[in-house]
């Protein structure tokens, strides 16, 4: 007769996946609240998008009061 | 490492704290800005650039509400990309890490991040208010404000892979090695080129209240992922064997 055990096992290793995940979600979200202006809109909305600066006007507060270079 | 796991706790770590930095935002900080702007729409009624109309205001409140509206968003956008480099960080550095518990690893990992990539970078080159800030500088110093993050942050990886190599007696020795770097680094790099024409205690305030917002959500996101990873446990399965 058989017996079933359980054990926890600790998996140290870093997956690789989740890493580049991650590091591209930290890029994007970094350009878009520091970075943008009207780059990302520009995609589907064309030159007047840098007119607009959506973003740039809805991140801008944030952009200030955390330390990012604006206007 | 249970993937989903990990990136979920991770991002909603972040995604939480930056909600509650831009919620402080809102409360300590949004004062300072809305001043700011203020003394910006004086200079540009005084310079004829605009004219103090109904319109004005009617444009202006509609801008601003959307501008105060994205704190929040803006700061869960940022909270959890910040959040997923320092989920990044802490997988790899966990073990290393002094401490018994998530949570306190954690702050500890917060308080090394909180202060080489971004107080120390604030220290060189400080948040401004509107008012305070040339457009046609404003790539430049970007360039400047990341590259001092990047060597700073980069900078204290480097001394930290070069303390697994050395005795425990001798870390102080590194801590010594990158105060020395980065000092070197801050007198090398150049200032920032726009002069504070602001009142000085504005730009002192907002930027006391900034500094005091940022803690806010470094000491939140290491409580939050802390706890997260504490109770998750994404590097720890349960596995059945037959004897």
């Known amino acids: 007769m058989s017996n079933f055990e359980e054990i926890i096992v600790s998996k140290q290793a870093v997956p690789t996946f989740a890493v580049v995940i991650l590091a591209l979600i930290f890029g994007f979200g970094l350009f878009l609240v520091g970075y943008d202006q009207g780059h990302l809109f520009s995609i589907i909305q064309g030159a007047e998008a840098f007119d607009d600066l959506f973003i740039h006007e809805l991140t801008h507060d944030m952009r200030h009061a955390a330390g990012f270079p604006c206007h | ?184 680094i801050f007198v090398a790099m150049p200032q920032n080129p726009d002069e504070v024409t602001a009142p000085m205690d504005l730009v002192i305030g907002f930027r006391a209240m900034s500094v005091i917002a940022v803690s806010i959500y470094w000491i939140a996101l290491g409580i939050i992922l802390g706890a997260f990873w504490q109770k998750l446990q994404p590097d720890k399965s349960l596995q059945t064997y037959t004897s």
């Not at chain 2, 400047?144 to 020795?173: C, M, P, Q, W």
């Open chain 2, 1 to 184: 490492m249970k993937t989903a796991r990990f990136i979920a706790l991770v991002l909603l770590a972040g995604c939480f704290a930056g909600i509650i930095h831009g919620t402080a935002n809102l409360v300590i900080v949004e004062p300072y800005l809305d001043e700011a702007i203020g003394i910006e729409n004086q200079n540009l009624f005084s310079s004829g650039e605009k004219q103090d109309t109904p319109e004005f205001w009617v444009e202006y409140s509609s801008y601003r509400d959307w501008q105060k509206g994205g704190q929040v968003l803006a700061g869960a956008i940022l909270g959890t990309s910040v959040g997923a480099l320092f989920g990044i960080i802490f997988a790899f550095s966990r073990r290393s890490l002094p401490g018994n518990h998530n949570v306190k690893k954690a702050l500890i990992l917060a308080g090394i991040m909180w202060l080489t990539i971004y107080f120390i970078p604030f220290l060189k080159y400080p948040a401004n208010p509107p008012t305070v800030g040339d457009p046609e500088t404003v790539v430049l110093r970007s360039i400047l404000y990341l590259s001092f993050i990047a060597i700073s942050g980069f900078g204290a990886l480097g001394f930290y892979k070069l303390s697994n190599r050395l005795d425990k007696g001798k870390k102080i020795a590194v801590i010594l090695g990158y105060a020395v770097f980065i000092s070197i």
